[in-house]
């Protein structure tokens, strides 16, 4: 399944930073983002579908005010949500997202869907990890390539978006249910219950956004933002860490295990992770051929 991609843009016009390509489905859309960082001068812009014309966008000059720009986006289908395809946490390097799923909950004979979920990686670090496995025949199918994200030595990250308003308690049951068998093996119920306590009495409206953040040094970060108030994620700081080499691996496990809680989302993630293998191959041949 290939991930859907989405693009933001101004003036009518598409706008896609260079090195972006592929089966990707744009839409346009106003943002009023910044995007000093993405060197908008360097972008190109694309009119219409294939074989489009290609026109270098116009140098800014130095005493114009920022304009918005356009932000790329990886988009969950079902629910609409898009989050951003490259992002900076708090921590570590820029994290690529590696594709968007949704969960849903069962009510009667309904599916009810709660809140779609992206996962994030740091992207030049999982692509060689990715390719070192590849060169071993690690690779056979998407378990593999789950188990490889979730195994990676490098941060990746959770970015869950509610599209309906939940309670935190009712959340993070929901979460326990999954987690506790695990978190009672590793004798960890502690950590368990620190995490869980964080969302006790919280009302996460629709909008809100959960970032779960799984550091190499074993400890999960956890930020919350709501739609009056985002974060800018580059910038915040967690509100929560937990020291928890268990409680880590049983949280994203929850959801790129064997037994995740959006099934559906793992051959997404899968693709997300052929992607990043394919770029580090492309980085190895261009080497190879640079040498010669």
Known sequence: MTPVFAISSLAGRNVIPPGVHG????SPRMTARGGEHLGCSSFKTFKGGHGASVHKSPPRRAHRPVIPCAILTVQEPSTGVEFPLVQKFWLGEEMRCIGAGVRTKKVAFLGIKVYAVAVYAEAEKAARELGIRARGGFFESDDDYC??????????????HLVRNVEGTQFVEALAEALTPRMRLSGEMEKLETFSSFFQGQQLSKGSVITLLYRTDATLDVALSSPERPADLAAARASL?????????????TFLGESSVVPEARAVWAAGARQLLASDEVRRDTRRGGSG
């Open 147 to 160: 188990s490889a994200l979730l195994d990676g030595g490098f941060h990746k990250a959770l970015q869950i």
């Open 23 to 26: 089966n990707a489905t744009w």
């Open 241 to 253: 860490c937990i020291k928890s080499a268990s409680l880590c691996r049983a949280l994203f496990e």
